[in-house]
């Protein structure tokens, strides 16, 4: 695999660049507004792979595959958007490589008095050898060599218009995020490259005191294990412009990311899959707001609109805490139809209901129900088309604060009734409860594609590939997912980096299952819960009242009145998406798999998130993120409606699909997304709402807040934001020094916050 370039510094850069702009601007504003955005790119992508893997007899044949050179890619200016891409893919199933690098730049608010500047980058790699994976067992020997660099340099020159000579304060707010994820299939790997290098942001201002505004950690690394890094800040500065003077106004962020997968052999028996991936992403906001020196408006940057999030989940039927566990151990208590909120567990003796409940939608609650009790046929062998009614299993699920239905109907339709076009971001009203598709949480199926009525439930199988979730060393019921939001419609599926975000002790399900063994059959499953459905919103719900629900297709909730039969029809498709509207008070079909998705009506969506997405044509658009379902095989249709069940894929809901994100290794049993990060209990750390040392809330650093930052250095257990200086976890004499430091001003030049 080629080396990776050196890191570039932008000092040099900033002449280059300033020529880009005109000798004045061409516009005047009052109040300062931001002016066009010039910008320098620099990316060096590369991905390259190599694999070959040979199948047993009947297992599909061979799949040579021969190596593949390696490409490069280099980011394309535009005005206010820059992206770079590459990928590399050997092979085909049952036996493939693939490498991607990506990157993304976005600005916004030019002619406004807030400036938004976003980098995002991610490098995945993975390796598959499946030989009929999810019908028995196999040995998938194979060697190959996979990986991936995203080495980028970003630098920008904003303009501030003004209509006269005057001093301009900036303030600013930045949060910067990186994650990786790092799966060897067997132990000793030596995949011991996947990290973040070098990830260093700054603001250069020549002509003012402050100088070169350090943004950042500095330089850090995510080695080869699991693990995510989170942090921010504020500040200020003060900077002179007018009709004929240009500051020289230099924004510039380098990350380098790297993953690879070494080439070796490898074999194993259980499951019939051979799976190794890496995964790395970073990620930088930068906003700046502009007011004149001594007017109004001259403070910080607010913190983000949307609070920190509550997540909430559903579990799968025949889970340790469901009350259809055919083990049962005492702690049943949990609604298959309801969603929890993550911590709450456990429940009280006999169980509790949702915060979500299932009984408004049907108008009564199916069983299971809590306390009453009841339970589902698990382990009954009866057939699935006698048993999928009158139980209901909330299989996907959502919470927004507009009528999708409402939405849909105001749009144009085609004959069929799917969307004309798709629905733009300016018909919804702002609030936290529909997403940019960025951050997301997912959680992999915890049960092998059978139905519970033959006792293929959590607490006895593990996943379609073999593996059981939950663990605390590996904190997987949950992982939480970056992805590089590119336009979509282009034909090139976007990678995700995923990282570890909660074990089932963390979601209150006490206590977790052990791991799942390197080479070996999955440990005993009694303990293991299946978290089916999940949703991300602001704490204790905000706005978002209105519930998306999907149904499984082995508990699809009453019988439809209307359609005596034998077996008996459901009232639910277990392909569509239903819409409960609390002021309404009745569930309405919202989205049909086959009129607004274009899918077969066989197929039983998974998960579902309603997000935002950039159309290639339409811009920032209403999109459904889904999953499937495996083919459960004691039916006669098929439930992945043909496609790949470890694949998140979109729709604008205009009768047609396509692939968001690939790569990910397992059945995605459940989707979610946020505006924030969503992370693990210990990187939920509060920001400090002025700057690091200020412990006064006065945004000045001095003698006053040495007596609360000696209290808090000797109190055990202080997390106060403000005193963390140093960017590690505890308040120690490292941050003792850092804040010395600036309480003396020996770094700044003066105590103000920076």
């Known amino acids: 695999m080629a080396a990776p370039i050196a890191l570039r510094r932008w000092s040099g850069s900033l002449v280059a660049i300033a020529a880009l702009a005109p000798a004045s601007p061409v516009a005047f504003a009052d109040p300062p507004v931001w002016g066009q955005v010039y910008g320098e790119l620099g990316s060096y992508m590369v991905a390259d792979a190599w694999a070959s893997c040979t199948c047993p007899p009947g297992g599909g044949g061979s799949v040579p595959s021969l190596p593949v050179a390696d490409t490069y890619g280099e980011g394309g200016l535009a005005d206010q958007f820059w992206t770079a891409f590459q990928w590399a893919q050997v092979g085909a199933p049952p036996c493939w490589c693939r490498s991607i690098g990506d990157a993304l730049i976005r600005v916004d608010g030019v002619g406004t008095t807030t400036l938004r500047i976003r980098f995002d980058a991610v490098a995945n790699a993975n390796h598959d050898c499946v030989d009929q994976c999810r019908q028995g067992q196999c040995n998938c020997p194979s060697t190959y060599e996979t990986g991936a660099y995203a080495i980028i340099d970003y630098g920008l020159l904003p303009n501030i218009v003004v209509d006269e000579v005057t001093l301009v304060r900036v303030n600013y707010r930045w949060s910067q995020m990186s994650a990786n994820m790092y799966r060897p299939e067997a132990p000793g790997g030596g995949d011991d490259i996947s990290d973040v290098t070098g990830t260093m942001a700054d603001i250069d201002v020549t002509g ?95 913190p983000e609109g949307c609070p920190t999030p509550e997540l909430r989940f559903s579990l799968r039927t025949g889970s340790d805490y469901e009350l259809s566990d055919p083990t049962p151990d005492g702690n049943e208590g949990a609604d298959p139809g309801d969603a929890y909120v993550a911590a709450s567990f456990p429940t009280p003796p006999g169980g509790a209901d949702g915060v979500a409940d299932d009984a408004p939608l049907f108008g009564g609650d199916p069983p299971p129900d809590p306390p009453a009790g009841g339970s589902a046929p698990t382990c009954s062998g009866i057939p699935v088309e006698f048993a999928r009614t009158p139980y209901f299993e909330r299989d996907g699920m959502d919470q927004i604060g507009t009528s999708l239905v409402a939405l849909m109907a105001s749009q144009p339709q085609q004959v069929s009734g ?337």
């Open 208 to 302: 003012t005191p402050d100088g070169d505004m350090g943004l950042g950690g500095g330089e850090f690394d995510l080695p080869a294990q699991r693990g995510s890094h989170r942090d921010g800040g504020t500040g200020t500065f003060v900077v002179s412009v007018g009709p004929n003077i240009n500051a020289s106004f230099l924004i510039s962020y380098t990350v380098g990311l790297i993953v690879q997968i070494k080439q070796g052999a490898r074999g194993q028996q259980h499951p019939c899959l051979e799976y190794d991936s890496e995964s790395v992403a970073s990620g930088l906001e930068l906003v700046l707001t502009l007011s004149e020196e001594g007017g109004g408006g001259g403070g910080i940057p607010p």
């Open 418 to 754: 799917a969307l004309l076009f798709p629905i733009p971001r300016d018909a919804v009203p702002a609030d936290c409860c529909i997403p940019e598709a960025r951050y997301l949480a997912l959680s992999f199926a915890d049960k092998s594609s059978g139905p519970f009525v033959s006792c293929d439930v959590p607490v006895t199988t593990a996943s379609p590939l073999g593996a059981t979730y939950g663990s605390p060393p590996e904190r997987d019921e949950v992982v939480g997912a970056m992805v590089v939001p590119g336009i979509v419609g282009t034909g090139i599926p976007l990678a995700a980096s995923t990282y570890s975000l909660h074990d089932e002790d963390e979601l209150g399900l006490v206590p977790s299952p052990p791991p799942t063994p390197p080479m070996a059959p999955p440990p005993p499953q009694d303990m293991d819960d299946d978290v089916n459905a999940l949703s991300a919103v602001p704490m204790g719900g905000g706005s978002c009242i209105i519930e998306l629900v999907s149904a499984s297709h082995e508990a699809c909730g009453p019988p439809d009145p209307s359609i005596p039969s034998v077996p008996p029809t459901p009232l639910l498709d277990p392909g569509s998406v239903y819409e409960y509207d609390p002021s309404f008070g009745a569930l309405m079909l919202a989205v049909d798999e086959v009129v607004h998705l274009g899918l077969s009506d066989t197929t039983d969506l998974d998960a579902i998130e309603v997000a935002w997405l950039d159309h290639a044509v339409y811009g920032a658009s209403l999109a459904l993120l889904f999953s499937v379902d495996d083919d459960d095989p004691a039916t006669a249709g098929d439930e992945s409606g043909g496609l790949d069940p470890s694949v998140i894929y979109y729709s604008f809901l205009d009768g047609s699909f396509g692939v968001y994100v690939e790569g990910l290794h397992d059945n995605v049993d459940a989707i979610t997304a946020y505006d924030e990060p969503l992370l693990p209990p210990d990187a939920q750390v509060p920001q400090c709402a002025t700057c690091p040392g200020d412990l006064t809330g006065d945004a000045v650093v001095d003698s006053r807040d040495l007596p609360p930052f000696v209290a808090c250095l000797l109190a055990p257990g202080c997390d106060e934001p403000c005193a963390e200086l140093n960017g590690s976890p505890g308040i120690d004499s490292g941050d003792a020094s850092a804040f010395a430091t600036k309480l003396l001003g020996t770094t700044d030049g003066d105590v103000a916050c920076p």
